[in-house]
Each structure stands twice: as structure tokens, then as C-alpha cells.
């Protein structure tokens, strides 16, 4: 057969695929998904809706749309993000298949080999593999409780010079980490990149499932923050706030960004799903989003509340983990010199299963650390799976 791309022949057969492939069996207490709970996905009011459509608009619905959305719901979304007080001037939204294609839009249109993509480290593993596509280049900046690091930041960006493109940032219950920036880190960041030539893409999956109402100040986009000395770029996504299947999310950008993205979104996959595009139009346009919310960040907040004890409960010392204000994760640190991979195997073998973060390494290396989902794992099941990790913990640092 013809050879294969130079960026084909650089893919790799990645970690996080193998073990949710391994997860994924009934038998074993399983916090490694990033997803919904299932019993908490809108089942009724989806078919309330679409029973209460006109047959019109299911006609719509089965047929191709524009590239850029279906304008119900680009009306809707635009709403929506003035809610959060992100001008809309000179701005243009484009629904995606989700918010990984906004991602993958943003590398398409910046990004030649050699680029230079500035990410957290960790990092979420489906932005990473898109601007690998593209052969990019990474360079990982650590993380604490309050954002990226600045001193790190600038080290890097100084670094890497002109090749650097992109800045890619999850600051809201970050995936995996499972922390929120602090306004005063965010404020620092825009100050620290007066005079770079780069844009920031912002991805915000997650923003909306604060624990406490008290928390959502800090769920304030950077796209919101006035005098941005660098283009933002702010991808959204209806995945864990309606619904992962209906695979939608949307880009935010300059009317040149955009207008760029959108042509590359032709050639993908000429539109995204009219058939979801009009449900989600009808899931805001009813107002079913705010009591749908209410009922997750309960959920959630419940769940990561009972992992959070039973960590406390069982974790030997020299382990230590963030403590989130929302979303789906919690990042565990391993003792010194233990491999995430070796406690996988030990905890599997015994019923319980997670993701390494090597899986989230930007280089793909660093292994002492491990991700936590409590989303989707049943409640009754949460502390008897961190006792089986935890047994795994207290036996490999017993050898």
C-alpha cells in the first residue's frame, strides 16, 4: 500500500484507550470514565421534547444544515455565553460535533509541524492527541491549586519564542486535575502575555458544575475578562451539562478565527447533527437547563463528597489528592518514586480500576499520579473501589 502520512506514522496507540478498554468490564468498580452518570442523563425531558415537536422541525431535524449551526440554537448559545458576560462583538459562534472538534478546528487552522502548543501538565488527553495530529510540538506547565504557574508560564513562553501558537487552558474543574483557577491567577495570566503573539484556546466543559452556588464568581470565562492582550478562542460543550451522545459543542471566536474554522469544519464533516442541534435548541429554549443542572451538581457533589471521605479513610501517608469545587475529578499524587502504572495492575487485579497520568503527560512520561472519575461510578460502590487502590498503594510501598 502508499506509505503513510508523517502524521499517521507518528500516532500512537494511547494508554487511555487500553485501560478504559479494560475498565469497561462489569466486574470492576470502574473510576476511570469521564462521563455523565447514566441514570442521570435526560431520558424523559428528551422525549418530552421531541413528542411536542412540530412535524415541520422534525423534517429540520433529518435534514443537512449549515456549517456553522442551526440558528435556533447559535441564537440560543450567543444567550447563553452573554450570560456569562462574554461580549459577543466581533465575535462569531460555530456549533461543532462536540468539543473536541473545536479543539481539533483551532490546531487545524494554527497549527503547522513544528508549532509549538503551551499546555497544562497535566492535560486533557483528547486536546493533547489533536495538536499531536497536526505534528505539533508540546511544552507542559505545571499546575497548583490556583492555575497554571506563572513563573513556569513565562520560563516556557520565553523558551519556545515565536514557535509557540497556542496556549491551551481548562480552567474550570480541570480535566484531570480537578481544580479551579483563581481570579487572581487569571488576571495574571492575561497580564503575562502583554506583547506575545499567540492566542489562548479556552476550554470549558465543565464550568457549570460548581458544588457550591457560592463558587460561581470563579466559573467567570477569561473570554469575559475585559483587555485581553491575546486573541481568546473559548470552546464549549454540551457533553456534560445535556448530553455526550447528542455530540455537540460550539467555538467562540474573532469573525477571522471563525471564519477560518468554519471552511476547515466543511471539509470534516459539512455540519454537525441537525436532528441534536434541534433538541438542544429546545432544551434551552424551554429553560430545561437550570433544573437539569440543580440535579446534577447535587449528584456530583454527593459522589465526590463520598470519594473524598473514603480517600481520607483509607489512603497510607505520603498520598495526597486536590479537593474539587466541582466538575467530575480528583487527581491523586503517589508516594515518591511509585508508578501508576504497577498500582493499576495491583488494583485491577482486585476489582477497581482508574487512569495513569502518564496518560495526561504532555512528554507522555511522568507516571505518579492517577485520575479519579467519581462522575459515573455508583455511589454505593465509590469507598469500596479507593479501598481496593488503596491496598494497591499500601502494598507496593510495603515491598
Given at each position: 500500500m502508499p506509505s503513510l502520512s508523517s502524521s499517521?506514522?507518528?500516532?500512537?496507540?494511547?494508554?487511555?484507550?487500553?485501560?478504559?478498554?479494560?475498565?469497561?468490564?462489569?466486574?470492576?468498580?470502574?473510576?476511570?470514565?469521564?462521563?455523565?452518570?447514566?441514570?442521570?442523563?435526560?431520558?424523559?425531558?428528551?422525549?418530552?421534547?421531541?413528542?411536542?415537536?412540530?412535524?415541520?422541525?422534525?423534517r429540520i431535524a433529518m435534514q443537512y444544515g449549515a456549517?456553522?449551526?442551526?440558528?435556533?440554537?447559535?441564537?440560543?448559545?450567543?444567550?447563553y455565553m452573554e450570560a456569562k458576560g462574554v461580549s459577543l462583538d466581533n465575535q462569531e459562534l460555530i456549533v461543532t460535533a462536540g468539543g473536541q472538534q473545536a479543539i481539533n478546528l483551532m490546531a487545524k487552522v494554527f497549527l503547522n509541524p513544528g508549532d509549538v502548543v503551551v499546555t497544562e501538565s497535566p492535560s486533557f488527553i483528547g486536546a493533547l492527541a489533536a495538536f499531536k495530529s497536526y505534528e505539533a510540538q508540546l511544552a507542559g506547565v505545571e499546575l497548583d491549586e490556583d492555575g497554571i504557574i506563572i513563573s513556569q508560564l513565562l520560563e516556557t513562553l520565553d523558551r519556545v519564542g515565536s514557535k509557540a501558537k497556542i496556549l491551551?487552558?481548562?480552567?474550570?474543574?480541570?480535566?484531570?486535575?480537578?481544580?479551579?483557577?483563581?481570579?487572581?491567577?487569571?488576571?495574571?495570566?492575561l497580564d503575562c502575555l502583554?506583547?506575545?503573539?499567540?492566542?489562548?484556546?479556552?476550554?470549558?466543559?465543565?464550568?457549570?458544575?460548581?458544588?457550591?452556588?457560592?463558587?460561581?464568581?470563579?466559573?467567570?470565562?477569561?473570554?469575559?475578562?475585559?483587555?485581553?492582550?491575546?486573541?481568546?478562542?473559548?470552546?464549549?460543550s454540551f457533553a456534560k451539562i445535556f448530553s455526550p451522545g447528542m455530540r455537540l459543542g460550539w467555538l467562540l471566536a474573532s469573525s477571522e478565527i471563525a471564519d477560518k474554522c468554519q471552511l476547515a469544519k466543511q471539509s470534516m464533516d459539512a455540519c454537525s447533527s441537525s436532528f441534536a442541534q434541534v433538541l438542544a435548541a429546545q432544551f434551552l429554549s424551554q429553560n430545561?437547563?437550570?433544573?437539569?443542572?440543580?440535579?446534577?451538581?447535587?449528584?456530583?457533589?454527593?459522589?465526590?463528597?463520598?470519594m473524598l471521605d473514603s480517600l481520607?479513610?483509607?489512603?497510607?501517608?505520603?498520598?495526597?489528592?486536590?479537593?474539587?469545587?466541582?466538575?467530575?475529578?480528583?487527581?491523586?499524587?503517589?508516594?515518591?518514586?511509585?508508578?501508576?502504572?504497577?498500582?493499576?495492575?495491583?488494583?485491577?487485579?482486585?476489582?477497581?480500576?482508574?487512569?495513569?497520568?502518564?496518560?495526561?503527560?504532555?512528554?507522555?512520561?511522568?507516571?505518579?499520579?492517577?485520575?479519579?472519575?467519581?462522575?459515573?461510578?455508583?455511589?454505593?460502590?465509590?469507598?469500596e473501589g479507593i479501598r481496593i487502590i488503596a491496598d494497591a498503594v499500601k502494598k507496593l510501598a510495603a515491598e
Amino acid at each position: 500500500m502508499p506509505s503513510l502520512s508523517s502524521s499517521a506514522q507518528g500516532m500512537r496507540s494511547s494508554e487511555i484507550r487500553r485501560l478504559m478498554k479494560l475498565a469497561a468490564d462489569p466486574s470492576i468498580i470502574s473510576f476511570a470514565g469521564g462521563v455523565p452518570a447514566m441514570a442521570l442523563l435526560p431520558v424523559e425531558t428528551v422525549d418530552e421534547i421531541y413528542k411536542g415537536l412540530p412535524d415541520q422541525l422534525k423534517r429540520i431535524a433529518m435534514q443537512y444544515g449549515a456549517t456553522d449551526g442551526f440558528p435556533p440554537l447559535i441564537a440560543e448559545i450567543k444567550k447563553y455565553m452573554e450570560a456569562k458576560g462574554v461580549s459577543l462583538d466581533n465575535q462569531e459562534l460555530i456549533v461543532t460535533a462536540g468539543g473536541q472538534q473545536a479543539i481539533n478546528l483551532m490546531a487545524k487552522v494554527f497549527l503547522n509541524p513544528g508549532d509549538v502548543v503551551v499546555t497544562e501538565s497535566p492535560s486533557f488527553i483528547g486536546a493533547l492527541a489533536a495538536f499531536k495530529s497536526y505534528e505539533a510540538q508540546l511544552a507542559g506547565v505545571e499546575l497548583d491549586e490556583d492555575g497554571i504557574i506563572i513563573s513556569q508560564l513565562l520560563e516556557t513562553l520565553d523558551r519556545v519564542g515565536s514557535k509557540a501558537k497556542i496556549l491551551y487552558l481548562t480552567p474550570f474543574f480541570h480535566n484531570p486535575a480537578g481544580i479551579i483557577y483563581s481570579i487572581n491567577r487569571k488576571r495574571e495570566l492575561l497580564d503575562c502575555l502583554k506583547g506575545r503573539d499567540i492566542c489562548i484556546l479556552e476550554d470549558d466543559p465543565y464550568g457549570e458544575l460548581y458544588f457550591d452556588s457560592s463558587d460561581k464568581g470563579l466559573t467567570v470565562p477569561l473570554k469575559a475578562m475585559e483587555n485581553s492582550p491575546v486573541p481568546i478562542c473559548y470552546a464549549g460543550s454540551f457533553a456534560k451539562i445535556f448530553s455526550p451522545g447528542m455530540r455537540l459543542g460550539w467555538l467562540l471566536a474573532s469573525s477571522e478565527i471563525a471564519d477560518k474554522c468554519q471552511l476547515a469544519k466543511q471539509s470534516m464533516d459539512a455540519c454537525s447533527s441537525s436532528f441534536a442541534q434541534v433538541l438542544a435548541a429546545q432544551f434551552l429554549s424551554q429553560n430545561k437547563l437550570s433544573g437539569y443542572l440543580e440535579k446534577l451538581r447535587t449528584a456530583y457533589a454527593r459522589r465526590a463528597g463520598i470519594m473524598l471521605d473514603s480517600l481520607k479513610k483509607y489512603m497510607p501517608e505520603g498520598v495526597s489528592w486536590t479537593t474539587p469545587k466541582g466538575g467530575f475529578y480528583i487527581w491523586v499524587t503517589l508516594p515518591k518514586n511509585m508508578d501508576a502504572t504497577t498500582v493499576f495492575n495491583e488494583a485491577f487485579a482486585n476489582g477497581a480500576a482508574f487512569v495513569v497520568g502518564s496518560a495526561f503527560d504532555p512528554q507522555g512520561t511522568k507516571n505518579d499520579c492517577l485520575r479519579l472519575a467519581f462522575s459515573s461510578t455508583p455511589e454505593e460502590k465509590i469507598e469500596e473501589g479507593i479501598r481496593i487502590i488503596a491496598d494497591a498503594v499500601k502494598k507496593l510501598a510495603a515491598e
